[in-house]
Each structure stands twice: as C-alpha cells, then as structure tokens.
C-alpha cells in the first residue's frame, strides 16, 4: 500500500512521519507548496528515512517516494 500525501504547509509534516512510521511507503507531492516549504519537508523526510533505515526516491519535480525498511521495491 502507498499513502498520498499532499502537504499544504510544514505543520502537514506529522502525517508524512505517522504513515511511514507504521510502515507505509508514502507519496509525498509538494506541488501546491512554496519552495522553501517544500525544502524543509524534503529535509525532514530524508532524517526521517535515513534514521529508520528506509529509502527516499524523487519521482517528478517535488514529488517524492518514501519507502520505510523492508519495502520490496517493484518495477514503477
């Protein structure tokens, strides 16, 4: 299962960690936030993916796929 996730602002933050925490690879689309928004996200979710050992794929230009451990990644 992928959860999408289409933060409005920074505070949106907590639902990118909750999902991937409990192990759900999450869609992260940043299209509708300011850059600078959008870099803060960006560096949270890569502490976030580094510290649990996970991994963190770019998809399209401020879209961004976080697989939490043991995810097995397929063909996209």
Known sequence: MVKTVRPKSYSDVYYVGDFFRQGVAVL???TSMTNSDAT???????GL???RGGDMDRIAPKVF???PPGTVRKNL
């Not at 996200?41 to 890569?46: G, I, K, M, N, S």
């Open 28 to 30: 992260m689309d940043l």
């Open 40 to 46: 803060r996200l960006v560096d949270f979710a890569a």
């Open 49 to 51: 993916v580094l510290g």
């Open 65 to 67: 796929l976080l697989l």
